[in-house]
């Protein structure tokens, strides 16, 4: 009965997947729409060497100079980001094989759930206490970051520490994980969550006119 019910949750959110995926397609064609009225001008000098270079330097650590001037914000920022994708990618048990592309070491698990954790903690501390970042933090962040941090516990317990430990059924933490990863899909469109998609777009249009306009460093 719980396989049916989970294959049930698990096609649930392949829907929810395709269909933010075409919420999100709507999105950016209507902002193309708008912007080849009102930003004609950035179209015309469009130069893909400078939009490379834009994205490029804000996804390497320190290639901006605003990473270099805040080196702890960029290391936490980083390693937030980087420990989710990594055990997304590399550690779990839902990407191409059972036991995801490194195997079942809990050693390497435990060590990036660890960074991951102490990753948050930095984040919300800064959150709270940083003028200039509290000012423009709202209660949906805290709840954002609450989310994603909810949908890796789950996913590192239920893939490297299965069992009763905690008192709570191996099931009902598939459940819990299912459920938070499709709430989390819904939310990228309308929240900040969409930066991990909106992100390239808008270094690309800020790379261009920087660099292909202005013919300085976007970065």
């Known amino acids: 009965m719980f396989e049916n019910f989970r294959d049930t949750l698990i096609f649930i959110e392949w829907v929810t997947f395709f269909a933010v995926l075409i919420v999100l397609a709507i999105q950016f064609f209507n902002l193309y729409r708008i912007s080849r009225v009102k930003d004609a001008v950035l179209h015309d000098n469009w130069n893909w060497t400078e939009v490379v270079r834009s994205i490029f330097h804000w996804l390497v650590p320190f290639g901006s100079q605003g990473m270099k001037d805040h080196p702890f914000v960029t290391l936490g920022y980083f390693f937030f980001h980087f420990s989710f994708i990594f055990t997304l990618i590399f550690l779990s048990s839902h990407v191409f094989t059972n036991t995801g592309w490194l195997g079942g070491g809990s050693l390497i698990a435990d060590l990036t759930a660890l960074v991951f954790m102490v990753s948050v903690v930095f984040i919300v501390i800064r959150r709270l206490i940083a003028p200039e970042v509290r000012i423009v933090t709202t ?25 009763t430990e905690l008192g709570i059924n ?3 933490i598939l459940i819990i994980h299912i459920l938070l990863s ?19 777009f808008t270094r690309a249009i800020i790379g261009v006119e920087f660099g292909a306009r202005r013919g300085v460093k976007s970065w």
């Open 170 to 172: 191996y099931e009902n």
């Open 182 to 200: 499709e709430l989390l899909i819904i939310l990228i469109p309308f929240t900040k969550l969409g930066h991990m998609i909106l992100f390239f």
């Open 139 to 163: 209660l949906s962040d805290y709840l954002l970051l609450a989310l994603v941090t909810a949908l890796f516990i789950t996913g590192y317990y239920m893939g490297f520490h299965p069992g």
